[in-house]
């Protein structure tokens, strides 16, 4: 039904080196995460689960004699711009419908207002949606970024999701037509 699931995600070179670098087991969590608020809040949770899966593909190393360099990174990081443009690519070439990969991106742009000069975001029920899915498995200070899964866990989650994506979609299919 869907063009690109979250395994074609997972499996692509670009996910395993970028979305590793930041914490496989976190993106999966957050992906997990979301794909429960979107039930509650209407959002498609297709869009959710994708955005919450990639919303830290962005990050850089901030690394200073082997450790995480937070001063540095509070000053410099743009992960989340880069995630946007990086989730986007990697979707399209995947074959994501261009619609859905600019509103999966848009998320990834907005899950935080840490690189953004102080002031309110106005966000999307989507982009809430991710943001408070990342919010809910942050444990300070950054050690969500470390959490370990093993490739076989990691797969069998992630097949359990797009299970869970078709189901709710097949769901909401069958009521439009009802
Ligand atoms: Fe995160």
């Known amino acids: 039904m869907r063009q690109v699931t979250l395994l074609n995600i997972y499996e692509h070179p670009i996910t395993q080196k970028y979305v590793k670098r930041s914490g496989m087991a976190h993106a999966i969590s957050v992906a997990d995460n979301a794909l429960q608020l979107a039930e509650e809040l209407k959002v ?3 869009l959710a689960a994708k955005a919450a899966f990639l919303h830290d593909i962005g990050h850089y190393t901030w690394y ?3 450790e995480w360099d937070f001063t540095s990174y509070k000053e410099n990081d743009i992960h989340a711009i880069k995630g946007a443009e990086r989730a986007h690519k990697l979707l399209i070439r995947l074959g994501e419908d261009p619609k859905h990969a600019k509103e999966i991106a848009l998320a ?3 899950h ?3 690189y953004l000069p102080a002031g309110t ?3 999307s029920d ?4 991710v943001a408070l899915a990342d919010e809910m498995d942050e444990e300070p200070p950054g050690d969500h970024h470390y959490r370990l899964i093993s490739e076989k866990k990691a797969r ?3 097949t359990e999701l797009d299970k869970k994506i078709d189901h709710t979609l097949t769901l909401s299919l069958q009521s439009k037509h009802a």
Do not use: A, E, N, Y
Request: positive net charge.
């Open 44 to 46: 498609h949770p297709d």
């Open 156 to 158: 069998r989650k992630i």
């Open 112 to 114: 935080t207002d840490s």
């Open 108 to 110: 990834v742009l907005l």
């Open 121 to 123: 975001l106005f966000r």
């Open 126 to 129: 989507l982009q809430k949606v």
């Open 64 to 66: 200073q004699d082997g």
